[in-house]
């Protein structure tokens, strides 16, 4: 495609997605609702030529936050569909705190602050953007408020997640260990969606599914309760993607708070206290990586993802580890990515395109399926901030121009093989149109 064909293409995915103006649903398939952190991205994406549909997205996703303060991961406003879980299925209509629209009953990684503060910056200092921004900050500050209190396990203020569809990288391998130790019983009936429309290599594996449905099962059985989610679910755990997000939203949130001439001392303690207990909880310094932390087995997940990368994004690694951490970007048995290399070409490891979402060398690596090696538009968009941010510009370049590359020479799919590029799941997915858009004019 050209790029006059690509942005138009871009665009017209975006307005075929588009459900009564309301949300824009990630591919036309597969995924027939609104989703968080799909939505927050789309947004920025649309803002690029259609401001108001852009703010019309953020206003859909809010109308769904709940009463104590989540935005739930998924919205059904619409209905239920042929997509698995149903509104039914989640049962949260038995929750004291669930909205009138029916939703999931957990979020998702928190982009939406740092979204609606780069469509402010992109639109500039406009009057309806100053009144779009005291519209929606207090929906965000009260779902900061919730991830960091109704989440909090420990004290740290730091959000733990309570099923790996919070993570956004539902089948990543860092959560396999977690998942051995939760053993099902008494799993409700139910049947996967999610092959109908995409080939099942590319999906979780059938082991992986029925935990998640078992720990849905417990959260209907607790009401959604947050006390009680954090004694019973069997998995808990701290998250470095989620919490990384979470910070620089919370940083961004103080941007929102300035421009609506709101007090930010409870956000910036917030952040203070994730900066205070980020190290202990995820940095391994022997191995020079971030790694994810078990609340139930007290320890890390040692397991080699992308998402070590993403402390970067929030400015939470000193400039010793980010040096490190380039060592495991670049050696070719983990992820193979020097910005030396022309995009497209051969990697010394066999990898064309970044950034595979999981180390070569780990065991359970997959370059076609979900999160466990495949590339993915909107992991890359946030490692590139986050390379950038440090100064590492060659890498946000190189970053960005794989990312683009493979829109425009294979398609808007939902993730891509990063041996030669091909396609995988959902094609015609609002993800990389939007992000075309944004890395376009960055």
């Given at each position: ?10 665009i ?7 459900v009564?103006g ?7 398939r597969?995924?027939p ?12 994406g ?6 108001p549909?852009?703010m019309?997205?953020v206003?859909?996703?809010i109308?769904?936050q ?5 935005i739930?991961h998924v ?22 705190h ?15 602050a740092?979204m ?19 519209e929606?900050y207090?929906?965000?500050?009260r ?10 396990a420990?004290g740290?203020g ?20 977690a ?12 049947q996967?969606k ?14 992986e ?7 849905i099962?417990?959260?209907?059985r ?6 009680q ?15 990384s997000?979470?910070?620089r939203a919370?940083?961004?949130l ?15 303690a ?7 207990y980020?190290?202990?909880r ?10 994810d932390?078990?609340m ?19 400015g ?8 490190r951490?380039?060592t495991?970007?670049?050696n ?6 020097d910005?030396?290399t ?11 395109y970044?950034?595979?979402t ?14 466990r ?21 060659s890498?946000?370049?190189?970053i ?6 493979l ?17 995988c ?6 993800w990389p ?10």
């Amino acid at each position: 495609m050209t790029l006059s064909d690509t942005y138009h293409r871009a665009i017209a995915i975006l307005r075929t997605n588009d459900v009564n103006g309301i949300f824009t649903k990630p591919g036309p398939r597969q995924y027939p609702h609104s989703w968080n952190w799909d939505s927050a991205t789309v947004a920025l994406g649309l803002a690029h030529f259609d401001l108001p549909r852009a703010m019309a997205e953020v206003r859909g996703l809010i109308a769904g936050q709940w009463h104590d303060g989540m935005i739930p991961h998924v919205i059904y406003h619409t209905g239920p569909s042929d997509y698995f879980p149903d509104p039914d299925f989640w049962q949260t209509n038995n929750s004291r705190h669930a909205p009138s629209v029916q939703t999931s009953g957990i979020t998702q990684p928190p982009l939406l602050a740092t979204m609606v503060r780069k469509i402010a910056e992109l639109t500039g200092d406009t009057a309806e953007i100053k009144q779009f921004l005291s519209e929606v900050y207090p929906a965000l500050w009260r779902w900061h408020h919730w991830m960091h209190t109704a989440r909090d396990a420990d004290g740290s203020g730091m959000c733990c997640l309570i099923h790996p569809w919070e993570s956004g990288t539902d089948d990543s391998p860092r959560w396999l260990k977690a998942f051995e130790r939760i053993h099902p019983t008494n799993v409700p009936p139910y049947q996967r969606k999610d092959t109908v429309h995409v080939n099942a290599i590319f999906r979780p594996t059938k082991h992986e599914y029925e935990r998640y449905v078992h720990l849905i099962d417990v959260f209907r059985r607790n009401n959604y309760e947050h006390d009680q989610l954090l004694t019973h679910s069997p998995f808990l755990a701290q998250d470095v993607l989620f919490s990384s997000i979470l910070q620089r939203a919370d940083e961004d949130l103080i941007w929102i708070a300035t421009k609506t001439s709101n007090t930010s001392d409870q956000i910036a303690a917030w952040m203070r206290q994730t900066r205070q207990y980020f190290d202990a909880r995820h940095w391994d310094a022997e191995r020079g990586l971030y790694f994810d932390y078990d609340m139930r087995a007290g320890c890390r997940l040692e397991v080699n993802t992308a998402m070590t990368f993403a402390p970067l994004y929030a400015g939470l690694a000193s400039r010793e580890q980010a040096e490190r951490l380039l060592t495991h970007l670049h050696n070719p048995n983990e992820y193979d990515f020097d910005p030396a290399t022309p995009t497209g070409s051969l990697g010394a490891g066999g990898l064309r395109y970044g950034i595979s979402t999981t180390a070569r060398n780990e065991p359970e690596w997959q370059a076609q399926r979900y999160w466990r090696g495949p590339a993915w538009p909107i992991l890359n968009w946030v490692l590139a901030q986050g390379f950038r941010r440090y100064g590492y510009e060659s890498i946000y370049q190189k970053i960005k121009q794989d990312t683009l590359a493979l829109i425009e020479k294979t398609g808007f799919y939902e993730y891509y093989d990063p041996r030669d590029g091909s396609g995988c799941g959902s094609i015609d997915f609002s993800w990389p149109a939007a992000l075309w858009l944004i890395f376009k004019r960055e």
